[in-house]
Nanobody, 115 residues
């Protein structure tokens, strides 16, 4: 079965960095676009970034453009989200996502940006 397991979240000060990982299994990872989303307390889940199967093309929400970088390692069946210059408004649970026959989500990883 499809499984997505996020890791790498934590507490970081404003201006700091974190690298999230999404370990995938149960499907042919290299054949699917991978996405990151986030959900802040009391808000709807929102799109963060997307990467194509080869990693040659990426796309970002305006709110993270220039600060976040999505990447993938198809040999390791893992997607990443490098987050730099973090702001308090980046505080959220971060989820990775793949759409195959349906949407699949991981359990999420908490990112808290606070001094």
């Amino acid at each position: 079965q499809v499984q997505l397991v996020e890791s790498g979240g934590g507490l970081v000060q404003p201006g700091g960095s974190l690298r999230l990982s999404c370990a995938a299994s149960g499907f042919t990872f290299s054949s699917y676009v991978m996405r990151w989303y986030r959900q802040a307390p009391g808000k709807e889940r929102e799109y963060v970034a997307r990467i194509t199967t080869t990693g040659r093309s990426t796309n970002y929400a305006d709110s993270v453009k220039g600060r976040f970088t999505i990447s993938r390692d198809n040999a390791k069946n893992t997607a990443y989200l490098q987050m730099n210059s973090l702001k308090p408004e980046d505080t959220a649970v971060y989820f990775c996502n793949v759409q195959i026959s349906q949407q699949y989500w991981g359990q999420g990883t908490q990112v808290t940006v606070s001094s």
